[in-house]
């Protein structure tokens, strides 16, 4: 298994979730990577050195191109990459907009992931 550690040590939980079941795991570790460096374990993970846990969407291109498989698709939690947090509700237009944007496409997202299960 291929798994981030945040900064502070902590690995990166892999949760899997189906229907109202929530399932904790901690895989034996072979591969362990700083989350600075995700790109580096996407190529060991494309190189066929492990199974990778990530963010769906960090990973749809790699399925498109067929340089990922999908392990258990049906297990992924709903949620999709980070989420952007301000620590005040009126945020300036600029953020407002990147923010709105980024709304959009994670709806578009989901729904177009929905359609092709």
């Not at 079941?21 to 901690?26: D, G, P």
């Not at 620590?87 to 709806?107: E, S």
């Amino acid at each position: 298994m291929i798994r981030y550690r945040l900064s502070g040590g902590k690995f990166l939980p892999w949760t899997l979730e189906r229907d109202a079941e929530t399932v904790f795991v901690e895989p034996e570790t072979r591969l362990l990577i700083g989350v600075n460096a995700l790109n580096t374990g996407l190529l060991f993970a494309r190189c066929r050195l492990g199974i990778i846990g990530a963010f769906h969407n960090w990973l749809d291109d790699d399925f498109n191109r067929e340089t990922l498989v999908p392990v258990l698709p049906d297990w992924w939690p709903e949620q999709g990459g980070p989420r952007l947090y301000y620590p005040n509700r009126f945020a300036p237009n600029p953020l407002r907009a990147f923010i709105d944007l980024g709304l959009n496409h994670n709806a578009w997202h989901r729904k177009s992931r929905k359609s092709t299960s």
